[in-house]
T-cell receptor, first 115, second 112 residues
Framework: DGGITQSPKYLFRKEGQNVTLSCEQNLNHDAMYWYRQDPGQGLRLIYY???????QKGDIAEGYSVSREKKESFPLTVTSAQKNPTAFYLCASSPPERPNTGELFFGEGSRLTVL | GDSVTQMEGPVTLSEEAFLTINCTYTATGYPSLFWYVQYPGEGLQLLLKATKADDKGSNKGFEATYRKETTSFHLEKGSVQVSDSAVYFCALRGGNFNKFYFGSGTKLNVKP
């Protein structure tokens, strides 16, 4: 079945460590996104990528990095510079921009806890 | 810029009650509008969508109508069930950019 796979589902990190969250899609979508969700809060955009080898900062990019070397993959690295990384991270993808009628497809999320 | 505003929660209802969750938007051009649902510990799932004015999206007894004159996309269900307990997000996809804008989410609790 087509969809988005995020791994790991749960991740624990010590302070000062970088961690990488995986996101893979087989929907043949060009655009991919990373969102952060804090308890009881909405979604905040970290980074997004519209095509391979290109990505843009979202609203809260500080302390995060991404790469887009393949169409199917959009990994997110949470660096030690991120002051409060404990959160639920959601990866998503969308069909082409035009027409703008396509929806976002989400993965199941990765919960990161800093010990 | 584009934005979405939805009613704050939590909303607590008894089973079989009528549900309305308000959503209004600001957008340039001709956005598409969406409702997503999130169950605890999971990602978001598309509930319904509408891509032009006066369209009605519907799914699983939920409905929402794209009202351009009032810039609204309110979610309704005639008779809620305990299994509808979740967080509901209103969202729009802008007309000119490959970006999505989300409301802050509304938590729905349905009691037996």
């Amino acid at each position: 079945d087509g969809g988005i796979t995020q791994s790991p589902k749960y991740l624990f990190r010590k302070e000062g460590q970088n961690v990488t969250l995986s996101c893979e899609q087989n929907l043949n979508h060009d655009a991919m996104y990373w969102y952060r969700q804090d308890p009881g809060q909405g979604l905040r955009l970290i980074y997004y990528s519209q095509i391979v080898n290109d990505f843009q900062k979202g609203d809260i990019a500080e302390g995060y990095s991404v790469s887009r070397e393949k169409k199917e993959s959009f990994p997110l690295t949470v660096t030690s510079a991120q002051k409060n990384p404990t959160a639920f991270y959601l990866c998503a993808s969308s069909p082409p921009e035009r027409p703008n009628t396509g929806e976002l497809f989400f993965g199941e999320g990765s919960r990161l806890t800093v010990l | 810029g584009d934005s979405v505003t939805q009613m704050e929660g939590p909303v607590t209802l008894s089973e079989e009650a009528f549900l309305t969750i308000n959503c209004t938007y600001t957008a340039t051009g001709y956005p598409s509008l969406f409702w997503y649902v999130q169950y605890p510990g999971e990602g978001l799932q598309l509930l319904l969508k509408a891509t032009k004015a006066d369209d009605k999206g519907s799914n699983k007894g939920f409905e929402a109508t794209y009202r351009k004159e009032t810039t609204s996309f309110h979610l309704e269900k005639g008779s809620v069930q305990v299994s509808d307990s979740a967080v509901y997000f209103c969202a729009l996809r802008g007309g000119n950019f490959n970006k999505f804008y989300f409301g802050s989410g509304t938590k729905l609790n349905v009691k037996p």
